[in-house]
Each structure stands twice: as C-alpha cells, then as structure tokens.
C-alpha cells in the first residue's frame, strides 16, 4: 500500500506555524482577505489555517512569510506569491468556531523568482523534513 509521503512529488517541510504568515484571496479580489498560519509546506503546495473556510476546488492567491528571513539578503526575505487551488480542508475545524485547517497546490507562482526562492529557502538547512 502506497502512503501519503509515498506519492509527494516535492519534500515537504515544516514550519513554525505561529511564525509563518499567510494571506489569502480569491482570484476575483485584488485584496488579501484571509490571514492565518502556514504548518508545512513543499514546492508544491502547503497546509494552512485560516479563519475562514474555503470550499475544496476553489482557485485562491496566497503569499507566505517564511521564517528567519531577518538575517537574509533584502531579495531573499520577500513574501513568496503564488496562485494555488484548495484541495482539503478539515472537516472536523467546521464544528466549531476558530481557524480551518486546510491544504492547497500551487499551480503558478506569480512574480520572478518567487518559486526559486522558496525552493533555496526550503533547501537553506532552517526547516526539517515532515514525516
């Protein structure tokens, strides 16, 4: 039987939630609407809360505030944009007041770079493996 790390295409890493700020919108709004916490995240996507639930499938913006980036280069500590659909959300967060977990792929990052440096921010030796 194939597990869940079995079929990641990306390593996914984890993040100090409370220190790993993310926005979201939907693609209709020139506005980020929703801020939360980001709890992983890979090259191909990442989980997150938010307090506002987004239906699976919907296509959204988000940017991503990675930690530790106050001793990096000006260029390295910009927010990574990318364009995402939300492909889970828990289901059991909707029960009750408070922020949603949920998940989303990238399906484009947005500005020049963005993906390049996620990718040696993911790669630079601060964040450890998620099992």
């Known amino acids: 039987m194939e597990t869940a790390r079995d079929r990641r295409e990306f390593p996914r890493y984890v993040l100090p939630s409370m220190y790993t700020s993310v926005e979201v919108r939907p693609l209709d709004s020139e506005t980020y609407q929703w801020r939360g916490h980001a709890y992983d995240i890979s090259e191909g996507g990442m989980r997150f809360e938010i307090d506002y639930p987004i239906e699976p499938g919907t296509a959204i913006a988000v940017r991503i505030e990675l930690p530790g980036a106050d001793r990096l280069r000006l260029t390295e500590r910009r927010p990574v944009y990318a364009f995402a659909n939300v492909v889970w959300l828990e289901e059991d967060d909707l029960d009750h007041a ?34």
């Open 98 to 131: 408070g922020p949603v977990r949920m998940a989303c792929v990238f399906r484009r990052f947005v500005l020049p770079g963005d993906r390049e440096r996620l990718i040696d921010r993911l790669h630079s030796g601060r964040y450890s493996l998620a099992a």
